[in-house]
């Protein structure tokens, strides 16, 4: 007989399932090494539930505690806001100003931003319906591709520093990062917030090519690059995260 030291230990599973008023919701299982507690939360960007253990919390536990949460688990997904999927008819913001998607030709052409017959801001998409969404993100992440480059050049200038590099992805945990060797990197999903919201983006990492740190220093340099700081930062608590909810 084997020793029960060299026993297999079954492996988590990735997902534990909630039952509530005859709804399953899918909870994600997280074992944190560094957790005192186990902690449930539910993200307004992405509507993903997360439950976070110990290293040696029982499983079977923490099913009792999603459980016994599982009102709570509902009521929280009630309030993430429904997606806005890039297709014909649907309002997306872009620069801060809602822009009816429009399929307005199926020859192969550019998709813009204009106006339409009743002067009704809309983003005109050409080509097969099915590229449709596609064809949007393209439309927004080169966009924000261009916006980016320009106050990056406007704040690099101001300070006397120059960035390595600029990119624009889809990224879920943080707005914008700058690396140890000067390359910055954005959300794409800022063009579609108010232009002074993506200027402040842009301001603060280029602050962080001069200060990489959070310091009082490095906010005075923010707020002397955009005096709309506070303003954005309030912005982005209030809506950023509905961002990810569209497309």
């Known amino acids: 007989m084997k020793s029960a030291l060299f026993r297999r230990v079954p492996a988590d599973p990735p997902h534990l399932k909630v039952v509530h008023d005859g709804q399953t919701f899918k909870v994600a299982l997280k074992r944190r090494p560094t957790a005192k507690r186990i902690t449930l939360r539910v993200s307004n960007a992405t509507g993903e539930v997360v439950l976070s253990i110990p290293e040696r919390t029982d499983v079977g536990l923490a099913q009792k505690f999603a459980d016994s949460h599982s009102q709570w688990i509902a009521t929280r997904l009630a309030r993430v806001p429904e997606r806005v999927p890039f297709e014909p008819g649907a309002l997306v913001p872009f620069r801060g100003v809602p822009h009816r998607i429009v399929h307005w030709s199926t020859i192969r052409g550019v998709t813009r931003a204009t106006r339409g017959s009743a002067g009704e801001p809309i983003i005109a998409v050409a080509g097969e319906a099915a590229h449709v969404a596609r064809r949007v993100r393209d439309f927004l992440e080169a966009e924000a591709r261009r916006d980016f480059a320009a106050a990056v050049r406007k704040h690099t200038a101001q300070l006397g520093v120059a960035a390595k590099r600029i990119t624009v992805r889809d990224t879920k945990s943080r707005w914008g990062s700058c690396s140890a060797n000067g390359a910055l990197n954005f959300s794409w999903r800022l063009i579609m917030a108010p232009p002074f919201v993506l200027d402040y983006l842009a301001a603060h990492e280029v602050a962080h ?29 209030a809506y950023g995260s509905a961002l990810h909810r569209i497309g």
Do not use: G, V, Y
């Open 209 to 237: 090519l001069r200060e990489l740190n959070h310091s009082a220093r490095f906010w005075k340099l923010t707020h002397q690059l955009c005096p709309r700081t506070d303003e954005a930062e309030a912005w982005l608590k």
